[in-house]
């Protein structure tokens, strides 16, 4: 029983972690399809599956995209696959288009964020649009978070009783058991990330952990991150993540940043845990979120979160419990919040408990993966397939 996970870019099967082996065990052979790059090896060699190399971007560009549908398409006519679970905006789209036009008798769309929010002119129709498209495709949409099935239901993109949320949101839950457990980390990794990023070891780290790019809201987080680096002298700033050339960063802005003394840089990290042992706070000042990982993350590790109050962010913080929410596009606000935190350490330890104390009541990756398992099979008996057999352990 062939289940194919398509992806715009392979760093997305990071998501995937652990629900691919789940899945296996349970009679599914799994295979991906994605953009070249180093990741896409790693997957296939961390989950041992099959990836087949389709390039996608995710910018609009209607040549290379009529490029890679057909290939999708002949990719799926030969394997012939069941299930094909199509993620991320481009890589969904295309991969339902295709899947529709091979006949793959299951085809699911992964809703993990909706960038015609923020977008607009023609860019926002066309957006809007490839949703409305990828929704009606797919036999079923998976949204991550109850603010991007809302959003798609009022808007008429889906209909509601084609679409649902696993469990209480997010794309995979977090492991806050095993990988993202702080006492189950050796203490002196803490000292050693800061050690070779040049991280004073009495200072306070606020850190940021995602694409640097325009909308994770990186604009504010400078303009707050200048007053608060001229009040606090012990605070420094370490950005965790690749800086892309789609939604740059103002020019300026990023110069600022790489020319301070106290900002830190790391580029792509593969595993972002141990950088999660070096910091004391983290933030997200994103525009738009389907439903964020790292402040799941980083609370799974005690660490409180200050984050932008937009689409599924309230989800994954909690105002005043388990972090900070603020409005977009507000560094003022941005670094009020910021600055509570940094003034008060018995606050940032009662939150950072509370965080992972609720990451691991309600984002347990089990729970969310079984109810996936429970949809694929709910899709293949009105399909009228015959059932994966569980592989006896």
Request: aromatic share 6%.
């Amino acid at each position: 029983m062939l289940l194919i996970h398509v992806t715009t870019v392979p760093e997305t099967f990071w998501l995937l972690h652990g629900q691919i082996s789940y899945m296996k065990k349970r009679g599914f052979a799994v295979q991906g399809v994605s953009s070249p790059g180093e990741p896409l090896q790693q997957t296939r060699d961390r989950e041992k599956i099959p990836m087949h190399i389709v390039k996608m971007s995710r910018r609009i560009t209607p040549g290379a995209d009529m490029t890679a549908l057909a290939k999708l398409f002949h990719l799926f006519r030969s394997l012939q696959p069941a299930i094909v679970h199509a993620h991320t905006p481009k890589g969904g789209l295309l991969g339902v288009m295709a899947a529709r036009l091979a006949r793959v008798p299951v085809v699911i769309y992964g809703l993990r964020g909706l960038p015609f929010i923020t977008a607009s002119g023609w860019k926002r129709r066309v957006l809007r649009f490839s949703e409305a498209v990828a929704c009606r495709l797919a036999h079923r949409v998976i949204a991550n978070s109850k603010a991007n099935l809302q959003a798609v239901v009022t808007r008429g993109l889906c209909p509601s009783e084609k679409i649902f949320v696993p469990a209480a949101g997010s794309s995979n839950g977090v492991d806050a058991r095993d990988r993202f457990n702080p006492h189950k980390k050796p203490k002196e990794i803490r000292e050693q990330i800061r050690r070779q990023h040049r991280l004073p070891l009495e200072a306070l780290v606020l850190g940021f952990v995602g694409r640097v790019v325009k909308e994770k809201g990186i604009v504010e987080l400078e303009a707050a991150w200048q007053g608060l680096r001229e009040r606090f002298s012990h605070l420094y700033l370490l950005l965790v993540g690749p800086t892309e050339p789609q939604d740059p960063v103002p020019a300026a802005v990023l110069a600022r940043l790489r020319q301070d003394q106290r900002v830190r840089f790391t580029e792509r990290v593969m595993d972002a845990a141990p950088f999660y042992m070096a910091m004391d706070i983290l933030t997200l000042p994103t525009y738009r979120e389907g439903f964020p990982n790292t402040p799941l993350e980083a609370a799974a590790m005690e660490i409180p979160v200050v984050a932008t109050d937009v689409d599924g962010c309230p989800e994954a913080v909690q105002d005043n419990v388990t972090g900070l929410l603020v409005p977009p596009r507000d560094s003022l606000a941005l670094a009020h919040a910021i600055q509570a935190l940094i003034v008060d350490p018995e606050k940032r330890t009662k939150m950072g408990r509370a965080g992972r104390a609720r990451v691991l009541r309600d984002f347990r990756p089990e729970v969310i993966w079984q109810q996936l398992y429970e949809h694929y099979l709910d899709l293949l008996k009105s399909a009228q397939l015959p059932l994966p057999h569980r592989i006896p352990t």
